[in-house]
T-cell receptor
């Protein structure tokens, strides 16, 4: 059974810092991996999707990497802003299925 | 814009009553939709897979008689929480994937509070 772990559970940084969120998964036979953002009381917003054959994806200040063999992904946020404050969720799609297994998320607070 | 719409976004109901949550795919046909539940500070947990025209597939530990899922059309799945209790209060979210792709789209989610 796939298990997804995210570290740290919470992170507080001053504005402008570069930061890294970590995600690990136990079964490397994944189809893809996604990073989501969840604002309090809101649904999920998909940030980046990495296919199992890819190593990284970039969108603006966000960069996500995938090391499938070691079961790890990182989300790099450059020049953090207060508006980045949210919970970031990592989820993997297992091969052959369309369901997602989520981590518990990293709660990020960027202070001005 | 949103490709999966969920309604209502927030609902408060009395204990013992039933409440229905709708999930619609707006510009594609979804033969399969998924329902998740999220308790505070917990990860999303898959409750069931909703299949158009057939019975839903429930995850272990999810009561099928309590959480009724109906996927009557290719664009609509509904989740009915029957005889709701305060412990059913949670964030419920649906998702669907376009047949041609492998990106999963999520609804906005529904916050259920049972009082």
């Amino acid at each position: 059974k796939q298990e997804v772990t995210q570290i740290p559970a919470a992170l507080s940084v001053p504005e402008g810092e570069n930061l890294v969120l970590n995600c690990s998964f136990t079964d490397s036979a994944i189809y893809n991996l996604q990073w989501f953002r969840q604002d309090p009381g809101k649904g999920l917003t998909s940030l980046l999707l990495i296919q199992s054959s890819q190593r990284e994806q970039t969108s603006g200040r966000l960069n996500a990497s995938l090391d499938k063999s070691s079961g790890r992904s990182t989300l790099y946020i450059a020049a953090s802003q207060p508006g980045d404050s949210a919970t970031y969720l990592c989820a993997v799609m297992n091969s052959g299925y369309s369901t997602l297994t989520f981590g518990k998320g990293t709660m990020l607070l960027v202070s001005p | 814009g949103a490709v999966v719409s969920q309604h209502p976004s927030r609902v408060i109901c009395k204990s013992g009553t039933s409440v229905k949550i709708e999930c619609r795919s707006l510009d594609f046909q979804a033969t399969t939709m998924f329902w998740y539940r999220q308790f505070p500070k917990q990860s999303l947990m898959l409750m069931a897979t909703s299949n158009e025209g057939s019975k839903a597939t429930y995850e272990q530990g999810v009561e099928k008689d309590k959480f009724l899922i109906n996927h009557a059309s290719l664009t609509l799945s509904t989740l009915t929480v029957t005889s709701a209790h305060p412990e059913d209060s949670s964030f419920y979210i649906c998702s669907a994937g376009k047949p041609s792709g492998n990106t999963i789209y999520f609804g906005e989610g529904s916050w259920l509070t049972v009082v």
